[in-house]
């Protein structure tokens, strides 16, 4: 592929980037982010690892790292990042006519060889669509040509591939590592032996975990993917890149267990994930560490669908919390059975910062439990939370649904809401009688349950909006608010998702109007309020009744996901389906377990690992050292070392957002292995401050910044190694070190703040405004700012910031002011307030600033200086003391 062909936004779009929202999602250019350069002759496979929610939503996903980092293992696979643009870039692309492009290097979809969906839930369907057509890419698969890119999906939210059937040239069924990459590498070979784009998909058929149009009509079955030795080998690394602008979820996360033993009925996840597989525990380690000391992360997820069932749960949090202890290091299970939950599990947890209270109850009769194969003894979790209270906790969250097949959904008349036998009276007679015994706010959270394939609850008749709303507005209505807090599941979201989830071939149709209706971001509340009227529409010019379809009685009939297994026998799905009606509880899986469901065998290896396959697992990656890395109050320490630095932020740095900006920063002390001085408290961060908060997409030659150490470093030390840490979008230039003293104030780099020098790229020339109203009125209110008009270029030293400037030139122009010119930041300035103004001070600003303005402001207020030159003044008086108090 030629250069000519990447697409690089930066200059394509320029100033435009700053109309859209958070545009750093769009520039690429993060920390750690694998770039492949291109060449004419590099013959690398292109794939573009693709997920259909927003920047914020993909990079907290784990299976993107995945695949992304697995395929760039490979040396003969370029693998690149593309996520769903927000509507408004979406509309920049289309005006601009430049298709959707990959991160690391601006690869055009179309010019891809294959794009893989990462596809978690089914309401992404319809961004999917709006990707591939912004990448210049047919829709339908039957209508691509040889030269577009094959295009696949996998998932759980595509273990029914009928509704997406059309859209998709093949579907992977299953966990990607290993199988994922073998098949891309294979592809790859192929490809460059010349083989079509027929006979590579042909190639992806021939494999048991594909599933294809062709192969369900042929009645071949595709069978789920298992990475047999998860937890006993190193998994795939999935710390990098580091996001440029903050995920919905920022902190490290470790998988430490796969699948799960307990086989709730309604979970899909736990079907999907068979068989459970621990990791072991010096593997969990070795990834926490690269969290923290190469990725810079201090919150850590210990992740999997049931984290209490791993062996010694609480051993592990006592390991971990002795090992980075010092390190400001905390850990979240953000799933815990109720009956696993302990509080002192809960206060491991909190040894650095407090963790919430969270109960996924689902229903609250023990009967109905048992259906679910699901216990939540209600004595202990009031025992929890009484306890809880005692230790400073003041709230908790409760998780309910509604729907679920309990109770009145097997009366042979429809109840009304509250009636008594009701999962809803259920749900409130609970709530109230707990809150009164506990005294404690409670966050209550109901849904709606959605019958998912492949579970024992496949064939439930799903409940219709209007009776979940009844239900849950009943809900709402008898828990009082004060005591309670209360969400609930959006009712449209419900129909989508019933159609998505068993639906057949005919909704692809259904999907394809509704898109081209213009909906978008189906998963978003705000997104769906608006679309929902046009799904209708879609619905209603369907061939069938869609509506009837969804809430259809399921008892007899052929399962649209019929040519797909995940493992387990249908009959033990109808084995467990009157084991629910009974109320009979299945146990959970284990080495020997007694109910086979079908996922364990021999002939792919699969198998819940006994306790010494897990222990004995690469014994050799044993330490036990314990990292040693305690922090003193800073108070108790006579000098310590203050770095006063100036960074730019340009090449796409200027689009990340302050408080991103920020968070970039603390994650790159805690990689550099400097030895940062942190602010106490519950939740300590290092003792970094900038001089002012930045004004996204004005590129930046000169930030100040300042930061505090324990220990003497010498500048270009500090600069080198900072640098090793930032992406290349924030990059420091210098800095200043030297002691400072406990015996005096350390100055406020934003209370020493005086403005800044900008130069003003006008897109034409600027005489009209330097002679309008507007300008002459700013100018006026500020007598300190001078001005430098050269053409179409001004350059302007200006008190604060330059912001009341902006304004002035978008009234006079009408236009906002990226559209009318580019603006640089030159320089930023602080007030001279430590000792006098000297002819030598006047003489070096002079010379240091001789590029940017004729001559210092004349006025006879403050001169402005330097961060470097005001703090090289202040150092001295802090070296002063420091002997002084030597001496003494």
């Known amino acids: 592929m030629k250069n000519s062909f ?213 009645n071949k079955t595709a069978r789920r993917a298992v990475q047999a030795d998860f937890g006993l ?273 005919r909704a692809g149709s259904v999907i394809l109007n509704a898109y081209k209706k213009g909906v978008r971001f189906d998963a978003w509340d705000d997104y769906l309020q608006k679309g929902f009227s046009l799904w209708k529409e879609a619905f209603a010019e369907a061939d069938f009744d869609v509506e009837k379809w969804i809430f259809r009685n399921w008892d007899e009939g052929e399962l649209p996901w019929k040519s797909v297994s995940l493992g387990p026998s249908s009959g033990f799905y109808e084995k467990e389906w009157k084991k629910s009606i009974a109320h009979e509880l299945t146990e959970k899986c284990t080495p020997n377990c007694t109910h086979k469901c079908g996922v364990c065998n021999k002939k792919e290896n699969t198998e819940v690992f006994d306790k010494d396959k897990i222990e004995s697992a690469l014994t050799c990656l044993k330490n036990n050292t314990v990292i040693d890395r305690v922090q003193f109050p800073e108070c108790n320490i006579p000098v310590l070392y203050r770095v006063i630095f100036n960074f730019s932020r340009k090449n796409g740095g200027e689009f990340i957002a302050y408080l991103s900006q920020v968070e970039i920063f603390h994650k790159a002390v805690f990689r550099s292995g400097l030895d940062f001085v942190f602010t106490s408290g519950f939740n300590p961060l290092p003792r970094l401050e900038f001089a002012t908060a930045m004004t996204l997409g004005i590129p930046s030659h000169e930030e100040s910044a300042s930061c505090l150490l324990y220990t003497e470093i010498s500048s270009s030390e500090f600069v080198s190694k900072m640098n090793s840490v930032l992406p290349s979008g924030l990059q420091i230039t210098e800095a200043f070190v030297f002691p400072v003293t406990n015996l005096r104030k350390r100055e406020s780099l934003s209370q020493g703040l005086w403005g800044g020098v900008y130069r003003y790229s006008f897109f034409n020339d600027p005489a009209a405004f330097a002679a309008s109203r507007q300008f002459r009125e700013f100018a006026e209110k500020n007598p300190l700012a001078e001005f430098d008009f050269k053409k179409e270029n001004l350059t302007a030293v200006l008190p604060v910031s330059d912001k009341a400037l902006r304004q002035a030139m978008e009234s006079f122009y009408e236009k906002k002011w990226y559209e009318v010119s580019r603006i640089e930041k030159l320089h930023t300035l602080a007030k001279n307030e430590v000792g006098g103004w000297t002819v030598e001070d006047e003489d070096m600003w002079r010379r240091n600033n001789r590029n940017f303005v004729k001559s210092a402001p004349k006025s006879s207020g403050t001169k402005p200086v330097s961060y470097m030159e005001l703090y090289s003044q202040i150092a001295r008086v802090n070296i002063d003391l420091i002997n002084k108090r030597a001496e003494f």
């Open 6 to 218: 990447l697409v690089e936004p930066l200059k394509v779009f320029g100033t435009s980037l700053n109309g859209v929202q958070s545009p750093s999602r769009y520039i690429g250019g993060e920390f750690k982010a694998t770039v492949k350069p291109h060449s004419d002759s590099d013959g690398l496979f292109n794939f573009a690892v693709a997920f259909p929610d927003l920047y914020e939503i993909a990079m907290s996903n784990l299976a993107v790292k995945i695949i992304y980092n697995g395929l760039n293992q490979l040396g003969n696979v370029r693998c690149e990042r593309v996520f769903a643009p927000d509507v408004d870039f979406e509309k920049l692309l289309r005006e601009n006519d430049v298709p959707l492009y990959t991160l690391e290097t601006g690869i055009p979809l179309f010019k891809a060889d294959m794009i893989g969906f990462s596809i978690g839930y089914e309401l992404g369907i319809t961004e999917v669509l709006a990707m591939l057509d912004l990448g210049k890419i047919h829709l339908l698969a039957c209508e691509r040509s040889e030269f577009e890119p094959i295009v696949i999906a996998g998932g759980c939210g595509v273990t029914n591939p009928a509704p997406f059937s059309d859209f998709f040239d093949a579907v992977f069924i299953g966990e990607a590592e290993p199988a994922l990459f073998s098949l891309v590498e294979e592809l790859s070979l192929r490809k460059k032996e010349g083989a079509s784009r027929k006979e590579l998909i042909e190639l992806m058929e021939s494999k048991p975990f594909i599933w294809t149009k062709r192969k369900h009509l042929e």
């Open 233 to 505: 080998v190193r998994s795939v690394p999935s710390w990098f890149p580091l996001p440029s602008c903050k995920p919905v979820q920022d902190h490290g996360v470790v998988e430490i267990m796969r699948g799960c033993p307990n086989g709730c009925r309604f979970c899909h996840a736990g079907i999907y994930y068979r068989p459970m597989r621990v990791k072991n525990r010096n593997l969990i380690i070795e990834e926490i560490d690269h969290l923290v000391f190469d990725a810079g992360y201090r919150e850590i997820s210990l992740n999997s669908l049931s984290s209490a069932d791993f062996p010694d749960v609480s051993g592990l949090l006592d390991e971990l919390n002795e090992r980075y202890k010092g390190l400001n290091v905390s850990f979240q299970l953000p799933s815990l059975k109720v009956n696993a939950f302990s509080l002192d599990i809960l206060e491991k947890l909190s040894k650095v910062r407090r963790s919430g209270l969270t109960f996924a109850v689902e229903t609250p009769d023990e009967m109905w439990q048992l259906s679910l194969n699901k216990e939540v003894y209600a004595s202990h979790l009031e025992e929890i939370i009484r306890e809880a209270k005692s230790r400073g906790w003041s709230s908790a969250k409760f998780y309910f649904m509604v729907g679920l097949p309990l109770g009145d959904y097997f009366s042979q008349r429809t109840l009304p809401a509250g009636a008594e036998g009701s999962e809803e009276k259920a749900i409130v007679d609970f709530m109230l009688d707990l809150q009164s015994r506990v005294k404690i706010q409670c966050n209550v959270n109901v849904g709606v349950f959605i019958p998912k394939p492949h579970t024992p609850y496949e064939r439930v008749k799903q409940i219709d909006p209007k009776t979940a709303e009844e239900k849950i507005e009943y809900i709402f209505r008898n828990l009082p608010r004060g005591k309670f807090k209360m969400s609930r599941h959006n009712y449209n979201a419900t129909v989508l998702e019933g159609l998505l989830s068993r639906g057949d071939f």
